[in-house]
């Protein structure tokens, strides 16, 4: 299954080309509106998920880039040792591994991540992230991925169940 790193590629050349287009067209902080309740806006996290960490005094930058190497050669290995019947698994680690390298590379290259998409949830109460903090592909990558590990979970958990059931 080791065919599946495709796609980790693909989302790491996403978004590191994005990335680099958001540093030269975009201002730091100020809202570039391109649809309603969509914003182009250059940000910089130095934290984790939602800038979690983003004051802890600098060690953030190398201890969140150990975590993500580590994580994503473990996920590395895990996809290169599934069954070929495990394609939704696959994609889900293929996609998480590309989204945590392109975000391992912001933090060892500049000590951030680079965010740019801010998106307005008018749904949700003003004092409940609106607007939801700014993130980018590498980090729609991971959500995406991490989405699809749960259902392949939950779905391999219930074949599980169901076919113990019959023994």
Do not use: C
């Amino acid at each position: 299954m080791a065919r599946w790193l495709w796609l980790s590629l693909a989302v790491l050349v996403l978004d590191q080309i994005t990335k680099v287009l958001a540093l030269g067209w975009l201002t730091p902080y100020l809202p570039y509106p391109v649809i309603p309740n969509f914003n182009l806006t250059l940000m910089f996290n130095e934290g984790a998920a939602f800038s979690v960490l983003a004051d802890a005094g600098g060690w953030q930058r190398w201890g969140l880039s150990a975590f993500a190497a580590g994580m994503s050669l473990v996920l590395a290995v895990w996809l290169t040792r599934l069954g070929s019947g495990e394609r939704l698994l696959a994609v889900s680690l293929a996609l998480i591994i590309g989204g945590a390298v392109g975000n391992l590379i912001d933090r060892v290259l500049y000590g951030h991540v680079i965010d740019f998409v801010q998106v307005y949830l008018p749904v949700i109460p003003l004092a409940l992230f609106n607007p939801w903090p700014a993130f980018n592909i590498a980090d729609s990558a991971i959500s995406v991925g991490v989405m699809l590990l749960l259902f392949a979970s939950f779905r391999a958990d219930g074949t599980a169940r169901t076919s113990s059931a019959r023994d």
